[in-house]
T-cell receptor, first 116, second 114 residues
Framework: GAVVSQHPSWVICKSGTSVKIECRSL??????MFWYRQFPKQSLMLMATSNEGSKATYEQGVEKDKFLINHASLTLSTLTVTSAHPEDSSFYIC????????????FGNGTRLTVT | AQTVTQSQPEMSVQEAETVTLSCTYD???????LFWYKQPPSRQMILVIRQEAYKQQNATENRFSVNFQKAAKSFSLKISDSQLGDAAMYFC???????????FGTGTRLQVTL
């Protein structure tokens, strides 16, 4: 089946630094990838839709200058958390759809970010 | 706007028994898709079942089945013969073509006891 690989699985960084999270589709091409954020014991909240070769579409309330998304190829999307602060500590999950609208999303394993 | 509501934060079921998780949703679209995803302690999101709104027949995947009531905008998940490995967070999700994104409910934590 379709596999989405996310790296790193966890990362600890200091306040003010930037962190890059990679999301790869291993056996399929993904023109669109989705980035979600999940706080402890809460649901997944869509942050942005990553479009290959064009700008990402951010959800309301998500700072595009803080959460930089790049989707330079059909198999790779990256999320960079810039100038990280402790409140950015969370679980970040990427996903991609195989097939047309309405097809299930395939999720990466997620990245636990801790900002100290 | 589309919304998904899961009114049961936690549920418990004994092994081998049956449990039903509730989900209601709201959308103005006529064409949409509904999903149940499972998130075990590993936090990997796993697709459980998918329902196309234009299909009247309820989707079934082995021990998992849904009760899709389109008029009532209800989409419950029934787990039969519950197993210890079913213990997880279960998220109901809605996808519409217009929004082109997946909206999740708040989740139900399922415990399976011996």
């Amino acid at each position: 089946g379709a596999v989405v690989s996310q790296h790193p699985s966890w990362v600890i960084c200091k306040s003010g630094t930037s962190v890059k999270i990679e999301c790869r589709s291993l056996d399929f091409q993904a023109t669109t990838m989705f980035w979600y954020r999940q706080f402890p014991k809460q649901s997944l909240m869509l942050m942005a839709t990553s479009n290959e070769g064009s700008k990402a579409t951010y959800e309301q309330g998500v700072e595009k200058d803080k959460f930089l998304i790049n989707h330079a190829s059909l198999t790779l999307s990256t999320l960079t958390v810039t100038s990280a602060h402790p409140e950015d500590s969370s679980f970040y999950i990427c996903s991609a759809r195989v097939g047309q609208e309405g097809s299930p999303l395939h999720f990466g394993n997620g990245t636990r970010l801790t900002v100290t | 706007a589309q919304t998904v509501t899961q009114s049961q934060p936690e549920m418990s079921v004994q092994e081998a028994e049956t449990v039903t998780l509730s989900c209601t949703y709201d959308t103005s679209e006529s064409d949409y898709y509904l999903f149940w995803y499972k998130q075990p302690p590993s936090r990997q999101m796993i697709l459980v079942i998918r329902q196309e709104a234009y299909k009247q027949q309820n989707a079934t995947e082995n021990r998992f089945s849904v009760n899709f009531q389109k008029a009532a905008k209800s989409f419950s998940l029934k787990i039969s013969d519950s197993q210890l490995g079913d213990a997880a967070m279960y998220f109901c999700a809605l996808h519409t073509g217009t929004a082109s994104k997946l909206t999740f409910g708040t989740g139900t934590r399922l415990q399976v006891t011996l």
